[in-house]
């Protein structure tokens, strides 16, 4: 165990600005079961850091503020089914960019979508 770092924490976490924390979090939760770790809020009662853990990873998010700008990002989730992730997504209100596919050459079956925010999301399988 080391004692420079949370128990179960990875060193390395994406740390997401977006309009809409909760929404996020939410989002997160219906399509990659995530769990909502920690979270702290603002007098107004934004969110200022929240903690999510999807498989492995911790993600950080916050709401955006005039200092800190809600900003795209893109990241990439190995999943147990690329199909049902995505399709998941896609129920959630996502917009479809390219359903799941084996493209030759490619160990991994993957697709990808956008979140309410923007944000690029790639999921894969290997198979």
């Avoid at 079961?33 to 950080?60: C, N, P, Y």
């Avoid at 998010?61 to 990241?75: F, Q, R």
């Avoid at 992730?85 to 479809?96: L, Q, R, S, V, W």
């Amino acid at each position: 165990m080391s004692d420079f770092k949370p128990r179960n924490y990875n060193s390395l976490s994406p740390y997401i600005m977006v309009e809409g924390a909760q929404k996020f979090s939410d989002f997160a939760q219906a399509v990659f079961g995530a769990e909502e770790l920690r979270k702290f809020e603002r007098e107004d009662g934004s969110i200022m850091h929240l903690e999510i853990r999807i498989d492995d990873t911790v993600v950080m998010v916050s709401d955006a503020t005039d200092d800190y700008p809600a900003n795209a990002n893109i990241l990439h989730v190995y999943v147990p089914d690329a199909d049902a992730t995505y399709k998941k997504a896609i129920d959630f209100g996502c917009e479809a960019l390219e359903a799941p596919e084996n493209k030759e050459g490619d160990p991994d079956k993957r697709g990808a979508f956008l979140d309410f925010a923007g944000n690029y999301w790639s999921v894969s399988t290997q198979v």
